[in-house]
């Protein structure tokens, strides 16, 4: 029989690594006898990534280590025209006398980019549109329209060096034949790469409709950036030079030269132009822009270089602007949650000017909670406590009263922005509704026991009559627990569960990450039970 995958692992990403191949159910690294450039070219073609690196022509196995387990394929000899490695000539399945330090290793590239890339745009003629496909294990999947937006897009097109998203459309249905991925990811619109962004798939379930997602990227590449902000419309201003981006540096900076930069990134009308405080270690090209407001390209602008020697000395601040945004709604949240356990959870910052500042907690109530998770899409608040933030010198916004009906918290009216009135002034910290958790309970210590997952401010438990090695390795990792551990389905009396099933994939770590039935109140037979290889206290 055919291998079912083939994959890439403990590389940098899926386009590197120790090759291993799915024979039968069973993962089998691959013996480097006879192994050249040509196997490695079809590999990297399978997986979707550029051709072998120059530096890794020849198999090297001492890169990514040495594999375990069986091996179950060796003396692979292509020609180079084969789509799939299993399609070059090789023994019978299951005959090796290699060790496994002969393990096959490759890395290969993107041509493109000179990037690895899991992520491509499939159209039948264009190269910077189309439908938006994701690779896991060595397989080719779409990703889901109604969990896509265009901060994802627009790190997409960036990474592809296509420029910006344009536009996000239902990219068809496939007919059910085809790969989907229920994966969504929550981008600010400024990271480099799609695996920067906080990936979320639990409880998703099945794409609606099976409609995919579809981008259109501009296809120019940026001259001009805007980094560090809560979107690509929003953010620190960077230009792009010999290849290097760089800082402008410049005193005089106004709202007349902001709006160049938010009509060149097509982002709207000028909000806010601001200078920051000077960074140290940064690049400066420009120490002054003389714009009259009208120009299309920030480069028409009267401005003046900075010699590299004045760097060092220069002790202006770096300049900054907020546009409009250019689709106002499905712009980027203005505020974050840190200092707790995923995205929905932890004490509130709100971005001010370049700024991330806290919110006092004074005259704090559930409807300012409510909007926070709203534009987080973290569902609804399930409650909100005060947390005291010592030193007193950071930025406050104060005063904060919203209604509960916004969907965003600059909606929101508030009294002031300012320095903290105590040493020991109070933030706010919340729990939305999407924030998961999980442990396990009834066991002699908190390792082992019936798994339970933290939803919509509850607990509940999991009905899988069967979990993978991966998926208890995964919640065991998470908790602490070691890095496996055995399953079991045990007879319940009918309690209800959160999930059905989880499964999680190769490369998922964390249990959001993983793949599920859809979130909802389940009667179920069979409870899951986990014992972990590391014991903890009870």
Known sequence: GEPEEVKLVDGKNECEGRLMVRHRGQWSTVCSYFWGATEATVVCKQLGCGGPHEDDLEAKASSFGAGSGKILLSQVRC???????????????????????DDVGVTC????TGLSSDFRLVSDSQRCS????????GKWGALCHSHWDLQAANVLCRHLQCGTAVSISDGGNLGGKDLIWTDRFHCKGTESNLRECTNSVLGNGMC??????????????ESLRLV?????????????????????ADHEWDIKDAQV???QLQCGEVIDSFTLKRTEDRIVHWDRVLCTGSERDLNECSKTQLKSSDVSTDARGDVGVTCSDHLTSTESPSVQLVDGHGRCAGTVQ?????????????SWTLANADVICRELRCGHAINATPVVKTGGGDLWLKGLRCAGHESKLRECPSSSWGPADSEDQEAAKIVCSDFTDLRLVGGANRCEGRLEIYYNGSWGSVCDKEMTPHTVSVLCGQLGCGSGGLYQGVTSDDAPSWLEFINCRSRDRSLSECPSSPWGRNMCSARAHIQCTREGSA
């Open 208 to 221: 609606p409709d099976q409609a995919t997602a579809k981008v259109t990227c501009s296809g120019t590449t």
């Open 130 to 137: 189309g439908r938006v496909e994701m690779m896991f294990e």
């Open 79 to 101: 020609f180079g025209k084969e789509s799939t490695i299993w399609e070059c000539n090789h023994p019978m399945w299951g005959i090796s006398h290699c060790g496994h330090k």
């Open 350 to 362: 709100v971005h001010h000017q370049g700024e991330w500042a806290w919110i006092s907690s004074d």
């Open 261 to 263: 930069v938010c009509r």
């Open 109 to 112: 590239k993107d041509k493109r």
């Open 228 to 248: 560090d902000g809560t979107s690509h419309c929003d953010g620190t201003l960077e230009v792009l030079q010999n290849d290097i981006w760089g800082r402008v």
